[in-house]
């Protein structure tokens, strides 16, 4: 069986390959697993929220909230009991 992923980072890319080498026998579901757990063994940087965010400067009307897509409810509680009980 042949498994093909395409990974466009070089990082992620060596990394992978050296956890799957670590495997002495890679069956379906060590590779499952592996990939499960890919992310957790990855480093990402984190960003300062403060430096990498920025404020939407824009001018709402009514009609902007008329047109919301859940509009048509009026009573929050009632849509949400009874979407329960049809679930």
Not at 29 to 47: E, G, M, R, S
Not at 50 to 68: G, L
């Amino acid at each position: 069986m042949t498994i093909t992923l395409k990974i466009d980072n070089s990082e992620i890319e060596k990394e992978l390959k050296k956890i799957i080498q670590q495997q002495k026998v890679i069956t379906l579901a060590t590779l499952k697993k592996v990939l499960n757990n890919f992310d957790d063994n990855i480093k990402y940087p984190k960003k300062d929220p403060k430096k990498h965010s920025k404020f939407i400067d824009r001018e709402y009307s009514i009609s902007d909230v008329e047109d919301t897509a859940l509009g048509h409810i009026k009573n929050s509680a009632k849509f949400i009991h009874d979407l329960r009980r049809e679930s």
